[in-house]
């Protein structure tokens, strides 16, 4: 008994052993706050990306949106692989109006998307003959031939057209009036398949700027 006594006594009081047990749990503590550390940073990191996440859907499906033009049918003011941001606000909100650039699906083919501008609203008669695209505003009888100051001068409309913009429709040519498929080809635009609006011209760095927003002679 003495013996086991004696043993119990020493090992209890051999200060070797005190230290190796408390380097080990001084350890185990620091890996442990190390653990929860790592562990905090994840989740947090996590929530700013889901956050981040959530934003990038908000502006990509509901506000804006990067679109690629392609081909020629809006030169000179919008040239082939120019890249753009469309907003797609001021089109749900509003109505949409003449001399607006907007990005829309294609009524015959709604997987393509076109560029192009409006020219008629819901109530307007259009009326293309000669070279000239004229316009009879909603509500009123006098005919207006349209003066486009964002077209070169030696620019005519080409065709034989005459139509009224009925509701929820609009009436869209391209800027580059000899090569273009456009209203005058496959007729009226449904306002549904409006995209957005040509908002921003981000590349070529030399374009770079908002896309002005025109208003007709009348």
Do not use: W
């Given at each position: 008994m003495e013996e086991k006594n004696k043993i119990k006594d020493e090992s209890e009081a051999d200060p070797s052993?005190?230290?190796?047990?408390?380097?080990?749990?001084?350890?185990?503590?620091?890996?442990?706050?190390?653990?929860?550390?790592?562990?905090?940073?994840?989740?947090?990191?996590?929530?700013?990306?889901?956050?981040?996440?959530?934003?990038?859907?908000?502006?990509?499906?509901?506000?804006?949106?990067?679109?690629?033009?392609?081909?020629?049918?809006?030169?000179?003011?919008?040239?082939?692989?120019?890249?753009?941001?469309?907003?797609k606000i001021s089109e749900r909100i509003k109505s949409p109006k003449r001399g607006d650039v907007i990005v829309f699906r294609y009524p015959n083919n709604p997987k393509v998307n076109y560029i192009k501008r409006i020219v008629g609203v819901p109530g307007d008669t259009i009326t293309i003959k000669d070279g000239n695209l004229k316009i009879t505003p909603a509500g009123s009888n006098q005919e207006k031939t349209v003066t486009e100051a964002y077209l070169p001068k030696d620019i005519k409309t080409s065709g034989d057209t005459k139509i009224k913009v009925e509701n929820d429709q609009l009436f869209v040519l391209g800027d580059n009036r000899g090569n273009s498929s456009d209203s005058r080809e496959w007729g009226i635009l449904p306002k549904k398949n409006i995209i957005g609006r040509a908002w921003l011209i981000v590349l070529p760095a030399n374009d770079f700027g908002i896309v002005p927003r025109v208003k007709y002679n009348f």
């Open positions: 052993r005190l230290g190796v047990d408390s380097e080990a749990e001084e350890k185990f503590t620091a890996g442990r706050q190390s653990l929860a550390k790592a562990a905090k940073f994840f989740v947090e990191f996590l929530e700013t990306a889901i956050v981040i996440g959530v934003i990038a859907f908000i502006i990509r499906f509901f506000l804006v949106q990067p679109f690629v033009v392609e081909g020629a049918s809006m030169e000179p003011n919008f040239h082939n692989n120019d890249y753009l941001l469309i907003e």
